[in-house]
């Protein structure tokens, strides 16, 4: 029997497989402003990261503000290439529907972003009540605000609580709000969750067995 009683996973890259898709997106529109990047390198670079530090970042690369419209076309464009190409997560539905304990989605991404994603790919009738937003506490990973909230909303504490993450940041907000982490790692780019996750796993097959 496992000893948590309730499981917070992360969406992007855990859920759902959109990361690749909203980068593409965001280079494109950085490239169009004169960025210079490209997708493999912005991959390594920004995932995980809050939209308001890959804006910083874009801003710095092209030495001047972002046109005030930038994030709203952002989350158009993505939308549009969501429903498009956007696909589950291998094996997670699978995961998902012999979990014998609570979970829900813990995100970075805005509420209505969360539920298409989860929409077209099939998983919002396992979490339609059980989605946190950061954009509604205003509090971004690595600040471990999402997962306190998710857990008492839940209703419990942190070490009765796994959080599955696949960003280095979203394991530090893990760890430093005091609950326990699986870094899943099938997009771990620079092969850096193993030294901060308690533990990880390559591939949503090997999840329940590990709980």
């Not at 004169?34 to 991959?43: I, R, T």
């Not at 530090?53 to 952002?74: A, G, H, V």
């Not at 539920?115 to 600040?143: H, V």
Request: aromatic share 10%; glycine share 6%.
């Amino acid at each position: 029997m496992s000893k948590y009683k309730c499981i917070i996973f992360d969406c992007d890259g855990v859920l759902i497989d959109s990361e690749s898709i909203a980068i593409g997106v965001l280079v494109d529109m950085a490239n169009y402003l004169g960025a210079n990047m490209n997708v493999e390198e912005s991959l390594i670079s920004l995932k995980g990261k809050a939209f308001n530090r890959c804006m910083e970042f874009i801003s710095k690369r092209i030495n001047k503000p972002l046109p005030i419209n930038f994030e709203t076309d952002y989350r158009i464009n993505t939308f549009e290439a969501f429903r498009e190409k956007i696909q589950p997560i291998k094996g997670i539905q699978d995961v998902i529907e012999n979990l014998t304990i609570p979970f829900c989605v813990a995100s970075s991404g805005p509420e209505n972003k969360i539920r298409l994603n989860l929409e077209i790919t099939g998983l919002l009738p396992f979490f339609e009540s059980n989605i946190f937003s950061c954009y509604a506490i205003q509090k971004w990973k690595p600040e471990p605000d999402i997962f306190l909230w998710a857990a008492e909303t839940m209703g419990f504490k942190p070490n009765e609580c796994l959080v599955i993450e696949d960003s280095i940041s979203g394991i530090r907000a893990a760890k430093l709000g005091g609950f326990d982490v699986y870094g899943y790692t099938e997009h771990d780019y620079n092969n850096e969750l193993q030294s901060e996750a308690n533990t990880t796993f390559d591939s949503m097959d090997k999840l329940l067995g590990m709980l």
